[in-house]
Antibody, heavy 121, light 110 residues
């Protein structure tokens, strides 16, 4: 069965960077695009971007351009989300979520458990 | 890009039907039949409920249905049950390989 297991909670200072991992299993890793979505405390879902694990192609929401980097390691079936220049507003739970089909159809079917990132001085 | 607009809260009694609206623009909801809906219980990851406006993935109750008119999509839940109490989010493809979520709606089953 499809499983997405994310790294643990992190506490970072303003201005620092954070890198969250998402290890996939139960399917062919390179066949399905992976999205990243975040949720600030008590707030709604916010789409951050998408990565194609096969070629590494990425698309980011305009809001995060210049601060967000998504990468993948095909040898370990893991995708990474790195956010830099952190500020308090970046405190959120960060989710990875797999698209449903081999050709991206913009459906977030399988979700990781989430990783809480807290930005505090 | 601004988030899609959803009502902050809706409520209904068990057995009743409710509808949650999701208003976007001609650049997102109005242009693509790629609207999906997600259910989220407190402290849990979202669950995929509706795709391509009105299609249900296997395992989702037929009490959940979706529709769209112009720039507004809607989620209807019929025969409300206690376990339907959750937050609901719409999501639309917005062009240029980007997605946009709604602000979320809290459903209370009275």
């Amino acid at each position: 069965q499809v499983q997405l297991v994310q790294s643990g909670a992190e506490v970072k200072k303003p201005g620092a960077s954070v890198k969250v991992s998402c290890k996939a299993s139960g399917y062919t890793f390179t066949n399905y695009d992976m999205h990243w979505v975040r949720q600030a405390p008590g707030q709604g879902l916010e789409w951050m971007g998408i990565i194609n694990p096969s070629g590494g192609r990425t698309y980011y929401a305009q809001k995060f351009q210049g601060r967000l980097t998504m990468t993948r390691d095909t040898s370990t079936s893991t995708v990474y989300m790195e956010l830099s220049s952190l500020r308090s507003e970046d405190t959120a739970v960060y989710y990875c979520a797999r698209d449903e089909k081999i050709v991206v159809v913009w459906r977030l079917v399988y979700w990781g458990q989430g990783a809480l990132v807290t930005v505090s001085s | 890009q601004s988030a899609l607009t959803q009502p902050a809260s809706v409520s209904g009694s068990p057995g009743q039907s409710i509808t949650i609206s999701c208003t976007g623009t001609s650049s997102d909801v109005g242009s693509y039949n790629l609207v999906s809906w997600y259910q989220q219980h407190p402290g849990k990851a979202p669950r995929f409920m509706i795709y391509e406006v009105n299609k249900r993935p296997s395992g989702v109750s037929n009490r959940f249905s979706g529709s769209k008119s112009g720039n507004t999509a809607s989620l209807t839940i019929s025969g409300l049950q206690a376990e339907d109490e959750a937050d609901y989010y719409c999501c639309s493809y917005a062009g240029s390989s980007t997605l946009l979520f709604g602000g979320g709606t809290k459903l209370t089953v009275l």
